[in-house]
């Protein structure tokens, strides 16, 4: 018979290429593992709402952190960096983020990845490095993988919304415009409508700059809709104050204009116990100052008009303000006043602060799209000498798993070569043997024929006859004694050669088993049995069970030939096939449309028939054992 030690060859040879691909899809991915202790999973868990606390949560944590591992380290310094930012303390340095970014870029998660980059466009936005921050928010951009379960939407449109932010510094408003409405977007898919809306209500500011002013009121009566519905009431009050904006510049709006100044008035928790607004506020009495102007209650405009100013104010700032008392003296006819306000909003219209604003602005888009499109090359370059890596270690597996099977093929077919000669020189003995057993007997029939025709001659004619015929039986019983001893000799000669032929035909079928089986396992018919078994609900038709039984019996013919003698019913044939091939007794009873003890009563009945024993048990090892099933036996599935 075919060798233990072939088998388990065979077998050590399927691990180590199963343990060799794990090991290149681990060195093309790389590993990560988790690396957050109980303490940073709970700071993790209220440091979008509480990050103030969270700091302070972290700061108690300082003293441990030097005995903890790389991973542990990483993931603190992630979080304070991240809760720093939502505290909107300023960055000065990007050097801690650039680390985050370098390790988690290689072992961490999606978020984790995507977390890093968007800290370090924070770096690089605080620090006034618009390009490096465009692309590091564009590096949190590709890290994203949307389809992952636990995907960290919020802070994808916190990525999008910081990148539109410095979109509208550079006065890139059509690339602001289109990210705003992707922060917006993940907003709602993070379950944070607010920061949804908001986004959309910045996007009516920029088309005002675009001069879209009919988009803008559109977009605006929509916000204001949307955050009365969610039930936010202040900032649709805030959100309003740019509605009026667009009111106050035509006269035929005024009264639309006088309505909301009226509710924002009476219900925003903006102004003090003086009724009066914060600094930074201060923009609205603007618009206040352009109503009593279009009413022509100039006293009233040129008192809101004063009350823009604040100390330190920038020339951009002072420009509504100088702008509107310029307009209130023109219209009063003041020349003197007119000649010093003329001069304070030009100031603060210098044009060479406009060119030179414009200036940079051109700098920092050239700058941006440099990065873009060097970024965009590194990453193409990146993926095509992944996927080379990739096709090159597919293509050595390929190269190994051929070569082994050709090997096993050839050895196979050497196998089978030599059985089948050694199967023809025993078969030739054996009927050699059994000519000599024929022929002795006739010997021995013509012997003992002739020795008693001789006693009948003697009888006759010969005096001396009982001496004689002793002497004849003692012969005869002598010529019987060598008939007996040769036969027996012969017979168990015989029995032994019967013995290796039967070795012999199971060896041959158990290489030619090592060749095909693996072929029924993999067959469609085989898997397609193996997914309905888990999937209770699941029916076979007819033509599947035919075509199971057709696939098996091309595999196993020797097994498949006893089944149709002794056991020639489809019901036993087909629990004979799933029981070879592990499946349990309850999955059995639902393919099959009957009860869990009829399927065992039937395994009973095929092991007393095939194997002689009683037990439903056994079946499976016997089948095994019997007729080298030996395909199952190497799916590893349990007897």
Partial sequence: MLSHGLLLSLQAMKRMIGFLTVGVFLLLTGCSGDGYTPALRAIDSVINEKPDSALCMLDSLSTEVAAWSKSQRMRYSLLTLKAQNKADVTFTSDSVAKVLVDFFDSRGTTNERMQAYYLLGRAYSDMGEAPRAISSYQGAIDAADTTTADFDFYTLSCVYSQMATVFYRQLLLTNEI???????????????????????????????????????????????????????????????????????????????????????????????????????????????????????KLDSAEFYYRKIYRPQMSYTSQDPMYRG????????????????????YCMANDSSIALKDQNIVAQMTASYNYNRLQKEAHDTEVKAYRIMIGLIITGLLLCILSITGILLWKSSRRKIERLKAEFADATDKYEDNIRELRLLERTHKAVISSIQHELEEVQDKSSNFREKYTKAQQTISQINQDYESEKSRLLSENDVLRKRINELQQEEIISKHLITSASFTDKVIVKRIREVSNKPLASITEGEWNELVLAFSNCYPTLYRDLSVYCNTPQNIRVCILTALGIGGDEQANMLKTTKQRISNIKSTLNKTLFNEASSRTLRRNLVAQYNVYGFERDGLPE
């Fill in 178 to 296: 289109e990210a705003r409405k992707k922060a917006s977007y993940y907003a709602f898919r993070a379950n944070k409508p607010m920061w949804g809306i908001y986004n959309i209500d910045m996007i009516a500011g920029t088309y005002i700059l675009m001069n879209k002013k009919d988009s803008a009121e559109i977009i605006l009566k929509s916000v204001l809709e949307q955050y009365r519905k969610y039930g936010f009431t202040q900032q649709a009050l805030r959100s309003s104050r740019t509605l009026i904006h667009l009111y106050t510049d035509s006269p035929q709006r005024l009264t639309e204009a006088k309505v909301l100044m009226d509710q924002f008035e009476a219900e925003s928790e903006l102004f003090d116990e003086q009724h009066e607004l914060p600094p930074t506020q201060q923009k609205y009495y603007e618009y206040k100052g352009k109503y009593y102007e279009g009413i022509n």
């Fill in 325 to 344: 008392l310029l307009s209130v003296f023109s219209k009063r006819h003041q020349a003197d006043s007119i000649a010093k306000y003329a001069r304070l």
